[in-house]
Nanobody
Framework: QLQLVESGGGLVQPGGSLRLSCGAS????????IGWFRQAPGKEREGVSC????????DYADSVKGRFTISRDNAKGTVYLQMNSLKPEDTAAYYC???????????????????WGQGTQVTVSS
């Protein structure tokens, strides 16, 4: 059983930056496609970004393109989500998810991922 752990959330002013981290307790994420999702109160969980297990396919939601960057450090077995130019509408609980998949797999669908972290809260407010 893969146990994912997110960190890096917090309170930031509009225009600020945060970097979220996703790791696996006692394991590595190197063989998994990783997705970042977010869920605001009263809204459905939505895909933010994904990276395939071979790091070739990367995708972003239109709402975060040009502001967020997903990356993977294979030596640390960790995936990051760098979030710049944050807006109040980015406020949500952020979750990382993992899928054991083919090398090029990348998805924004909740149902495509097998393992989930507990989430980390990001609040963008002045």
């Amino acid at each position: 059983q893969l146990q994912l752990v997110e960190s890096g959330g917090g309170l930031v002013q509009p225009g600020g930056s945060l970097r979220l981290s996703c790791g696996a307790s006692g394991n590595t994420l190197n063989d998994y496609a990783i997705g970042w999702f977010r869920q605001a109160p009263g809204k459905e969980r939505e895909g933010v970004s994904c990276i395939s297990s071979n790091d070739i396919n990367i995708d972003y939601a239109d709402s975060v393109k040009g502001r967020f960057t997903i990356s993977r450090d294979n030596a640390k077995g960790t995936v990051y989500l760098q979030m710049n130019s944050l807006k109040p509408e980015d406020t949500a609980a952020y979750y990382c998810a993992a899928a054991r998949s083919t090398y090029y797999f990348c998805s924004d669908q909740v149902s495509d991922f097998d393992y989930w972290g507990q989430g980390t809260q990001v609040t963008v407010s002045s």
